[in-house]
């Protein structure tokens, strides 16, 4: 992780100056104070067979997409940024059922499922300084449930295909992340800021009693799993709370005469509570083409790592490529997650 992380910090490095050289640009023309804005992508797919031709393939249905907000204030010594962004994205393969003498359908299975939301508020220091006295606030969770496959038919569904009444293994704010943090916010130019907290708080959520049993997301739990494979009530906790310091970077920008598109954040995030060495990592970055006026070709590559939560381990050569033990369960470890996803865009500012 420490390779990892002093990678992630000397690549930001370096990007943050070179932007902050490409910002040194003429001013753009003085806007309103309010600006809003919003970009739509879908990803869909379909294929359909009747008596396919052996080796010809199997049905497929796949749908999904991003889309991203934003609004923003700014006047005389206020500067308030919202920002809001979902990726979500379903497929199903084949046709008929599961598997023989079941009733249950193919399914969808996920693809990903995140919601994000951010925002910071700032008051400049003095009437022409470029330092704010802020406050920033940061939302991850994801909207629908997730349930594990069977050992004949892996994966992560947005339905129970057990046939045992299984619980699901995620839903909306189980789990959640949420940053709140007091500091200072540096902007040297309207693309490029850096926010940094001493002290900021962060709460990893799991608000479902039965999820946050599976001890899975990070959540605090303790002792044995009981006969039913779950932690018992009194030896979990739904929340986990942490206090360290936060270091926010934020860059947007255009190029090629507004036809390409870049941005990025990146948050680091140190508890001091526990391994204040081990530093949280959560970069998103999106780099858009213009095709015609509004239409983009979007590409996000996102990286994350939290010191508290596992990952499920990349077996290419296991079934539905994750790693499993000797009795089929998922493997978990503290790994690097990267996500990333090609579509076409929409994108309009209002």
Known sequence: MQKVLRYTLTMALLAGLALFAQGQEAPEEPKGPWETGAGFGMDFSQLFQL?????????????????????KYSQGRIAWDNLGGLQFGIQRLGSGVVAQGSTEKIPFQKAIDELRLNSKFGYRVAKNSKFFYAADFSLLSQLTPTYKGTAEYPGFFLSDISGQGQNPLSKIFSPATTTFSLGIDFKPTDKLSFFFS???SKFIMVLNDLIARQGVHGNPVEGDKGPDGLYLPENTDNVDSQLGSLLRANYASKFLNDRMAYTSALTLYSNYLNNPQNI???WTNELALQIVKGLQLSLTANVFYDDDMRMLVTDRNAPNGVKVDVDGNPVTARRVSLTQQLLLKYNVVF
């Open 51 to 71: 008596n396919p031709r052996q080796g010809a393939g199997q049905n497929r249905l796949g749908l999904g997409g991003a889309v991203n907000v934003f609004i």
């Open 198 to 200: 001493p002290i900021g």
């Open 280 to 282: 949280d990592v959560d």
